[in-house]
């Protein structure tokens, strides 16, 4: 077998993820042919495929020194640093790509997703147009565009776009899913049926059954077939937890130690110089109003929205914790210090955004865990923490899908509300070991009485007050990435108000064993 046979064998393991098998291959092969770039990309690309960024790093680097214009490497290169954190490097990469070949596909479909995550949209938007100048009708980069708009409030484009995809590529699941966040099937039942008859295809692929049934769920709920949209969620929900391996122990054990290592820390010594810029911290469980609420601050002329960052709890997790315990040591030494890393490394990250105002909301939910760090390390910070009715908060997270592997608790009914309680306990102490530092924001509350609550919460914000808050779904100067973003651009609506009671009848184990939130 020569080495061009060679090459094929190892590109088709790549493509069904055998990455092990590519990578010991790729090894031999090149200290046979330690001149051979193509070896050293497709090295990097397994390695890259195993999550193993830093040795992929390595690898397209090789292929590099091999050959500087080596684009399809350095494009590989650019997208390792992303998965790492490395914005800027991978931004100057992806830059280098384009400056030889202002064409590159990948690059400007790379490029593109880049930009819509640095909340760049109409920049992705331009990017991604561009690779569909070249490759006119790629569903991937066409379902990314409509992500792109739908992130704007074009909703109009993107069920456009989406619909294209679908009369091409009628079984390309991931964009029914998307598709059917956009629909109202109260208006339009043909979808619902396409995606019905779907459903029966034996050659579906696990993950995109889930997809599917995820989605039919949200169909059924919106005809108000409450029975059939609970047998899709359901079957959705045991699908999904079969591929993970969560245990609620571990974050059992974290919530408990957070309680322990800061019930001991003595804040009174802490003095932090107060950075120019300030942040309002917007978290609470998933589903909980989140999204709303950082919708009506960031519609105010003087904030900008930063939507669901990551950097709090990667900085976090990186100096502070582990094995799911706090290494008590070096937070006793940050908090003598006089550097604050984590203050220096979160507004580091910040910069790559750009943002121009000195008030930035950023609305990861799950930074409810981390309100110690941010009352020792943020000293001007705001932390408003939203809730809801608990069955609707708890059945919400239930019936959808999440990106993030931070969510694999959220497919079944015991570690739902394990969490739910968990998180409730762990409030309640930062609650009480910082009193009047935490602002409740309740959801029902806004629905209720929306300019009362609303003008409650500018104020804790410390800012002057904005009409525009109250019209914040007429807001499109910040993008809206969450799965409330549809919802998010409409003024208040009481429908998901209780919607729970609808499901009650299937939903026992979930309801029984809440606890209150007052």
């Excluded at 790729?26 to 046979?32: F, N, R, S, V, Y």
């Excluded at 590099?64 to 914005?87: F, P, V």
């Excluded at 800061?262 to 978290?283: D, H, L, S």
Aim: some cysteine.
């Amino acid at each position: 077998m020569d080495i061009s046979q060679k090459i094929t064998k190892l590109e088709n393991y790549l493509r069904s993820r055998n990455f092990k098998i590519v990578i010991n291959e790729c090894k031999k092969l090149i200290k046979e042919n330690p001149s051979n770039g193509y070896l050293c990309n497709l090295c990097g690309l397994a390695y890259q495929g195993d999550n193993k960024f830093n040795f992929s790093i390595e690898y397209f680097e090789k292929a590099m020194n091999l050959d500087e214009n080596n684009l399809d490497a350095m494009n590989n290169l650019a997208n390792s640093y992303k998965s790492i954190g490395k914005l800027d490097l991978a931004e100057s990469f992806y830059l280098k790509v384009l400056k030889i070949n202002k064409n590159h596909p990948q690059a400007l479909f790379n490029f593109g997703n880049l930009k819509n995550y640095l909340n760049d949209i109409p920049g992705s938007i331009e990017l991604h147009q561009r690779f569909l100048e070249i490759k006119k009708d790629d569903p991937l980069v066409l379902l990314s565009l409509a992500v792109s708009y739908r992130a704007s409030g074009n909703f109009k484009n993107a069920l456009e776009i989406c619909n294209k995809i679908l009369k091409k590529n009628p079984k390309f699941i991931i964009a029914h899913k998307f598709l059917s966040t956009l629909v109202d099937y109260k208006k339009d039942k043909i979808h619902l049926n396409q995606m019905k008859n779907l459903i029966e295809d034996k050659n579906l692929t696990k993950e995109n059954l889930i997809n599917l049934l995820f989605a039919l769920g949200k169909g059924y709920e919106d005809i108000e077939d409450y029975e059939k949209s609970f047998e899709y969620i359901k079957k959705a929900n045991n699908l999904k937890k079969q591929t993970l391996k969560y245990k609620v122990a571990k974050d059992e054990k974290l919530f408990q130690n957070l309680i322990k290592s800061f019930e001991e820390v003595n804040f009174g010594n802490k003095t932090n110089k107060v950075k120019e810029k300030k942040i309002i911290f917007i978290c609470g469980m998933p589903r909980s109003g989140t999204t709303l609420v950082e919708q009506i601050i960031g519609s105010h002329r003087n904030v900008m929205a930063g939507g669901e960052l990551i950097y709090l709890n990667e900085i976090i997790n990186k100096l502070f914790i582990n094995d799911n315990e706090i290494i008590k040591q070096k937070l006793e030494e940050e908090i003598e210090s006089k550097n604050n890393k984590l203050n220096i490394e979160y507004f580091n990250k910040l910069k790559f955004y750009k943002f121009k105002s000195l008030v930035i909301t950023d609305k990861a939910p799950l930074n409810f865990k981390w309100i110690g760090f941010i009352k020792l390390f943020f000293p001007n910070a705001k932390v408003l923490y939203c809730h809801r009715n608990a069955k609707d908060n708890c059945f919400s997270i239930y019936k959808n899908i999440f990106a993030s592997n931070s969510m694999d608790w959220s497919y079944d009914e015991e570690t739902i509300y394990k969490y739910y309680n968990l998180n409730l306990d762990l409030v309640k102490f930062w609650e009480r070991k910082f009193p009047n530092f935490i602002y409740y924001a309740n959801y029902d509350k806004i629905i209720q009485t929306p300019e009362v609550e609303i003008k409650k919460i500018i104020k804790y914000c410390d800012l002057t007050w904005d009409p525009s808050c109250l019209k914040y779904y007429n807001n499109k100067k910040n993008p809206i990435k969450t799965l409330s973003v549809v919802q998010a651009r409409k003024s208040i609506y009481s429908s998901s108000v209780n919607l729970s009671d609808k499901y009650s009848p299937y939903l026992s184990n979930l309801f029984s064993s809440l606890k209150n939130f007052n």
